[in-house]
């Protein structure tokens, strides 16, 4: 013969000992395996913990393209900067490499947010430097195309550009290039372009 079903809350009350004290089910201990399973879930994952770390070592290697001096500002602490020093005089890629790994267990000592934030605006402010850059060596290239036409172009966009060096700049560039000699005169040109450039940029035209 069957026994008669019992509902299981039923059957704690029938089982349990009755001394008015409430009975939860969080009383009774978790099992040793359920505990593992919750602690593996808690657990970064194998895969987690190598982006990090490359992600560490990336955010190292690039304090290299800044200077001591930034490195002061972003408070790195003496054994970092000590660290990014020696990797500096490497010349081993295998030892850099090695020396990598380290430069990114030291990074967990350090505000990375502010770091990374740091070298994102850097980054930018180069990007802006290097399309300028090419912005210039454009128009420069265009004034010894073209000659007096550019120029005058030139100065009816920049009125308060200095005319006269100008125009000599461009002839004595122009006159290399046909010659095609070695000169130092396109630099020249490209510097004065740069240096007014930045001039126009810091105040209006107008002067006011």
């Known amino acids: 013969m069957n ?5 299981i809350v039923l059957f704690f009350q029938l089982h349990l ?3 008015n004290v409430p ?3 969080s009383q009774f201990p978790m099992r040793k395996s359920q505990q593992t399973e919750t602690d593996e879930v808690d657990k970064p994952s194998k895969s987690q913990l190598k982006r990090e770390a490359d992600q560490a070592q990336k955010l190292g290697q690039d304090l290299l393209n800044l200077t001591e001096t930034e490195w002061g500002k972003l408070k790195l602490g003496e054994t970092l900067i000590h660290a990014l020093r ?3 005089k490497m010349t081993s890629n295998n030892a850099k490499k090695r ?3 380290y430069i990114g267990k030291l990074m967990r000592t350090v505000d ?6 740091y070298i994102d605006n850097w980054k930018h402010a180069r990007a802006a430097d290097s399309r300028q850059h090419r912005e210039i060596e454009a128009l420069r290239d265009d004034l010894i195309t073209r000659g007096s036409p550019a120029i005058s172009e030139l100065i009816s966009r920049s009125p308060k550009i200095d005319r006269q060096k100008l ?4 002839t004595n560039a122009r006159k290399a290039h046909d010659e095609k000699t070695t000169s130092t005169t396109a630099r020249a040109l490209f510097r004065h372009l740069r240096d007014d450039i930045l001039a126009w940029q810091k105040k209006p035209i107008d002067g006011g």
């Open 99 to 101: 020396h990598f790994q």
């Open 167 to 170: 125009r000599q700049l461009v």
């Open 86 to 88: 020696e990797c500096r």
């Open 3 to 7: 026994e008669p079903f019992i509902p």
């Open 17 to 19: 000992p009755t001394n």
């Open 23 to 25: 009975c939860h089910f």
């Open 112 to 117: 990375t947010d502010s770091i990374s934030a």
